[in-house]
């Protein structure tokens, strides 16, 4: 179940950045930004997913640790 949870998180996560990424590209199509702006973007944007799923791996690992000692 746990696993399940955190599996579902990550998807979640990655959801998140497609639809950040779509809206750069947008905003590119747009003219709104250059296309440098959107690759900056796009770099931070999978920063922040993998900072996030490293840290839902490690609450699942921590929370997997719990539920193994009890």
Known sequence: VVRSEGENAKVAIRNIRRDANNSLKELEKEKE???DDEHRGQDAIQKLTD??????????????KDLMEI
């Open 33 to 35: 930004i250059s296309e």
């Open 51 to 64: 900072a996030h799923v490293k840290e839902v791996d490690q609450i699942l690992a921590v929370k997997e």
